[in-house]
């Protein structure tokens, strides 16, 4: 249940960053948007902290990172037009890389 815990926060880490893009456009400050990603970061800290009872700290937290920067990653490439470059995607599959390895160590 701990590595669900850790996913899903995960996740929840992609949120905050979009949010806070989101969050100030042309039209000034969007509050829907921060307060998207306030909830995003309360979530996702709120699961990180039940995952590390059963996973060590470290490998949670890098795990988390890693699942945050990879998403954040991609949603910048498809939903903002970020560059899709082939060395940014090969940086990437390193970071995956480094996430496969924890989980299998």
């Avoid at 699961?47 to 990172?65: D, E, K």
Wanted: net charge positive.
């Amino acid at each position: 249940m701990a590595w669900l815990y850790l996913v899903v926060a995960g996740l929840f880490e992609i949120g905050w960053p979009l949010g806070l893009k989101k969050g100030w456009g042309p039209d000034g400050v969007q509050a829907g948007w921060l307060i998207f990603a306030f909830v995003a970061m309360m979530i996702s800290g709120a699961l990180l902290m039940m995952a590390q009872r059963a996973i060590p700290m470290g490998t949670a937290y890098a795990v988390w990172t890693g699942i945050g920067a990879v998403g954040a990653f991609a949603t910048g490439v498809l939903l903002f037009g970020d560059s899709a470059s082939v060395m940014r995607i090969i940086s990437i599959a390193l970071i995956v890389a480094g996430i496969v390895g924890l989980k299998l160590a």
